[in-house]
């Protein structure tokens, strides 16, 4: 039973995956720590009191990053696997996963997601509120899928990606790496790396650098 967790970051997020914690494990000790010197000594939620992340040695084995940012996230997560720390995935316990999907550590799974059968997602994903995972899809390390998103059966994600709020991918599509999709887009073909992708159905309207 998990009795102890390093939360890293403290921001709106940092609330939601703490609150997901406790159903998982309500008696679990949690450990807010953030970069931010303005947030310290302020309280999360539950009395949580924030604190500098700083003292490694003396914090948590396990730990889980609590960023929405794609790439912040990513780099704390290194910081905290060169500390010798552990990712740990947090899944909510009014979300549906799925037995036969392979989820690895450090991923998010909020309530009332559903995650599918043969689903393989990589270390340090999102998966927001009320957001539908289908069969087979592969979801690349680092990646945030928005609440309410639907991706159909057999869709393929590159590290890095966002898929905003509400946006549906039809079943087999391909997105590549760092690619941006849009609250509420439709997406009906296949998008290569790095683009940004907005409507519906889905167009191309520059570079996500």
Known sequence: ???????????????????????MAPDCQIFIRDQDPCKMGKILINSIKIELLQNWSDLPEKYHVCIGNNHHRRTLDLTARTQGKQPYTVIHSEAYVSP???????????????????????????????AIVDHDCKIGAFTHIAPNVTLGGGVEIGAGSLIGASATVLPGIKLGANVVIGAGAVILSDVPDNQKVVGVPGRYIGINE
């Open 1 to 23: 039973m998990l009795t102890k967790l390093l939360l890293i970051g403290a921001g709106g997020h940092a609330k939601v995956v703490t609150d997901a914690v406790y159903t």
């Open 100 to 130: 036969y999907a392979q989820i690895a550590p450090g991923c998010f799974i909020a309530a009332k997601s559903v995650v599918s059968a043969g689903v393989r997602m990589t270390e340090g994903c999102i998966i927001n509120h009320s």
